[in-house]
């Protein structure tokens, strides 16, 4: 039986076609404002992190990403005078709505990003994008992470005025990410090497820690099994401990190419000579014994590219455990009380 998960992964490239045609759509608000917020709740933040990744390392542009119930309950003052942009796939996310209206009590100019049309986003934003066919029927968020991602990445790269050369480069991800459905069953392979492990820890650095957070998010969704996300090199103070644990998890690290590459990988020989075996995503040239991604952008842009074969990656392991990926167990598609 075939699930609906692996078909929204699929579905991912028209995705992110629906993604560019909204952006070239979109312009930028007239008018000033001092920082930049991006909002989100689950996948959403981490969508949110992603787009400020991309901010902060264009410019000195004030940004922040945060949890949409942690900016409202504690950070709402920021939003005076600022640009807050909130994400949420069915655009009815209790948070989300309600840090929405809290932030424009503050004076924010707002744009609400969403998968669904006639929303409480749409009613309640300034202005909104709507991204068009990539709602999806499973719980897990897959293509619309990554249609959102894409989103608020471009919206980024718009506000640091250097459009032109990132936006193209935004354009590579959609063939990188047909290259990896085009080795779905590798990955399947892959999978069923992992079937024993009963915890998993995910490490990365930069946009390495962005795709570690969603990937470990689809293992606990699809599998309900524990598992912990660390910053890369935070992982040496004290969480290292873990790999000797009564658990053993099974270390998952995600290496982009980039400013980082090197000081993970003497993490990952450190890890090795404990005499464990990391399972490395990456495209640098650095390492060896790992899987190699298809991506030959930059480091800020790697988010989409290394999601995907770890959506894949929590599919194949749900089945293979004969769980329903599409609809876990204690969860429900919309939060929408707050």
């Not at 995705?15 to 070239?24: G, I, M, Y």
């Not at 929590?314 to 707050?338: C, H, M, Q, T, W």
Request: include cysteine; glycine fraction near 8%; aromatic fraction near 8%.
């Amino acid at each position: 039986m075939e699930f609906n998960m692996i078909r929204s992964i699929r579905e991912t490239p028209k995705a992110l076609d629906s993604a560019w045609k909204a952006l070239e759509e979109w312009d930028i608000p007239q008018k000033e404002f001092r920082r930049v917020i991006f909002i989100g709740c689950g996948s959403s933040y981490f969508s949110s992190i992603a787009g400020n990744h991309v901010l902060l390392k264009g410019s000195g542009v004030e940004g922040y990403a945060l949890p949409a119930s942690e900016f409202m309950l504690h950070y709402r003052k920021l939003a005076k005078r600022a640009l807050v942009i909130a994400s949420s796939r069915s655009g009815r996310t209790g948070e989300v709505v309600e840090a929405l209206r809290v932030a424009r009590g503050e004076g924010a100019t707002t744009i609400g990003v969403t998968c669904n049309e006639n929303s409480k986003i749409e009613l309640i934003s300034d202005y909104t994008i709507i991204l068009q066919n990539c709602e999806e029927p499973n719980i897990p968020a897959t293509k619309s992470f990554s249609a959102i991602t894409y989103v608020l990445q471009g919206i980024a790269v718009r506000l640091l005025g250097d459009a032109q050369d990132k936006l193209k480069e935004l354009k590579t991800i959609k063939p990188a990410v047909e290259k990896i459905l085009a080795h779905e069953k590798d990955y399947r392979l892959i999978a069923e090497r992992l079937i024993p492990k009963k915890a998993f820890v995910y490490i990365g650095s930069g946009a390495g820690y962005v795709v570690a957070l969603e990937g470990a998010l689809k293992f606990r969704e699809t599998l309900s099994l524990p598992n912990e996300v660390f910053p890369a090199l935070e992982f040496r103070h004290g969480p290292i401990a873990l790999l000797k644990g009564p658990q053993k998890p099974q270390p998952v690290i995600i290496v982009p190419d980039g400013n980082s590459a090197s000081a993970v990988k003497r993490l990952v020989r450190e890890i090795i000579l404990g005499g464990v075996s990391p399972l490395i995503l990456t495209n640098s040239k650095l390492f060896q014994d790992c899987i190699k991604i298809p991506w030959e952008g930059s480091e800020k842009f790697a988010v989409i590219p290394f999601v995907v074969p770890l959506q894949i990656l929590a599919y194949y392991l749900a089945i293979s455990n004969n769980l329903n990926p599409d609809n876990p167990n204690g969860l429900v598609k919309v939060v929408e009380r707050f």
